[in-house]
């Protein structure tokens, strides 16, 4: 039984288990106590009453005397003959039975008007044809809950309830209390800025107070997670763009010292020009992929894909470079963000088209399965030869020792694929083919 729930449920559920419990036994005890007095008060009246009746009017005068008496409650009295039996051929309950078979081990009280018999001993009356009969008071059933009308006997049960209950409350707020101690400290370490404050055994219960636990160090280690990448991310921009600058730096200087080769130096600062700003827009793009922006709207891939395909054709075309799509045209529509999507499919076909050779052809497919669609990217280039790249291949700045990019622009694609709850891997293709696959997995809105 790991859930809390159930925990207070039955702790509470004891609790009234344990009042009810004493309640009846106080109860049944004070009534039966309070029944016996009753009993023995009136025995002597009873005994008198019963041997009037029977010497009067035999057999007949007890069964009208008992049809209107007025005995103690749930209470009722038989006359026995020698063989044990009733007069009246009542059953008769197992212990008054009981008791007739110990008198008769004992001698009984002699017969008499009024008679009773000895301490221990039933009294012994007569009918009018001197035929003795043993007298005898038959078990007593007092009412369990009559007694708790009275004053007294509510007091007690209400202090009973309130020191059990008190009692068990408290062991079981202490059971609640103790495993929050650890995550309140951890809590607190972590908003002063210590990253590796974790819960750790300090709680290890496997009901929700645990999963709480479990779930902090969970959030505590992807905000560090989060924290190491936003260091990283700002030093790999920072040296990103410090190559560029010093680029142009010395393009200026030189313009300024050869005047006569000053085009190809302002050509040499727009191209480190282009390449900062393309930089800093993937920048900006890969921070509104990691964001949430909540529920996202149905959007259709053809009229994407075709975007994408068109613009890389005309890129390749001085190339003669041939970017082919066969795209399905039931695919399903996806939730997610349309200019998000166009980015990211279009950083993966323009490198495929960075690493296709003149004249070599692009396919672009994209097919409708079960649950979403299933988007290709291949090309015929060289592939990815080193297994270590091909591994971290979408993480931001790695990149090959042939490209000219910043590393950015697949780990934006992976961000952007994996907020629309997608899917991207890249294989090298078998030979005798050459070249990369990527494969993108979208899920349909449901």
């Not at 039933?122 to 009275?150: A, C, K, N």
């Not at 202090?159 to 929050?180: G, H």
């Not at 995550?183 to 055994?201: C, H, K, P, Q, T």
């Not at 613009?311 to 075309?317: D, I, L, T, V, Y």
Request: hydrophobic share 45%; net charge neutral; charged share 25%.
């Amino acid at each position: 039984m790991k859930s809390i729930f159930w925990k207070v449920f039955l702790s509470f559920w004891l609790v009234l288990a344990v009042v009810l419990a004493v309640m009846l036994q106080i109860s049944h005890y004070i009534a039966s106590e309070r029944a016996t007095q009753v009993s023995e008060l009136r025995r002597i009246d009873i005994v008198r009453d019963v041997d009037d009746a029977l010497s009067r009017d035999g057999k007949e005068g007890f069964r009208r005397w008992l049809s209107s008496a007025v005995l103690p409650p749930a209470q009722t009295v038989y006359l026995l003959d020698d063989q044990g039996d009733d007069i009246l051929g009542r059953a008769m309950p197992e212990s008054v039975t009981r008791n007739f078979r110990r008198s008769q081990q004992r001698r009984p009280a002699p017969p008499g008007r009024g008679g009773r018999g000895g301490r221990g001993r039933p009294p012994v009356l007569e009918d009018p044809s001197g035929v003795s009969y043993l007298f005898m008071f038959g078990p007593t059933r007092p009412p369990v809950l009559g007694i708790l009308s009275l004053p007294k006997v509510r007091m007690v049960l209400f202090l009973a309830a309130l020191l059990v209950s008190a009692l068990v409350c408290f062991a079981l707020t202490r059971y609640l209390t103790a495993p929050l101690k650890p995550i309140m400290r951890a809590s607190e370490a972590l908003s002063d800025g210590n990253l590796d404050a974790r819960v750790g055994d300090a709680v290890t219960s496997g009901d929700e107070l645990g999963a709480l636990a479990r779930q902090f160090d969970d959030m505590a280690a992807a905000l560090e997670r989060q924290a190491e990448l936003q260091r990283d991310l700002l030093r790999n921009v920072s040296h990103e763009l410090r190559s560029p600058l010093a680029r142009i730096t010395i393009a200026l200087d030189l313009a300024a010292r050869q005047p006569g080769a000053i085009e190809a130096h302002l050509a040499r600062i727009e191209t480190e020009t282009e390449h900062m700003d393309r930089l800093t827009g993937q920048v900006l793009d890969l921070a509104r992929a990691q964001a949430d922006d909540g529920d996202k709207p149905s959007i259709s891939l053809v009229p994407i894909l075709e975007r994408v395909v068109d613009n890389a054709n005309f890129e390749g075309a001085p190339r003669d470079i041939v970017i082919e799509l066969d795209a399905a045209a039931a695919l399903p529509e996806v939730p997610g963000d349309a200019e998000l999507l166009h980015s990211a499919l279009d950083n993966v076909v323009r490198n495929a088209l960075r690493a296709s050779a003149a004249g070599q052809v692009i396919r672009v497919t994209a097919k409708a399965v079960t649950d979403g669609a299933v988007i290709e990217v291949i090309d015929n280039g060289a592939g990815i030869q080193d297994g270590a790249l091909l591994r971290t291949l979408f993480e931001p700045f790695r990149k090959g020792a042939r490209s000219d990019g910043a590393g950015v622009g697949l780990a934006l694609t992976a961000q952007v694929i994996e907020r629309h709850n997608g899917t991207i891997i890249a294989n090298n293709r078998t030979a005798p083919e050459h070249g990369l696959t990527v494969t993108i997995t979208l899920p349909a809105k449901t």
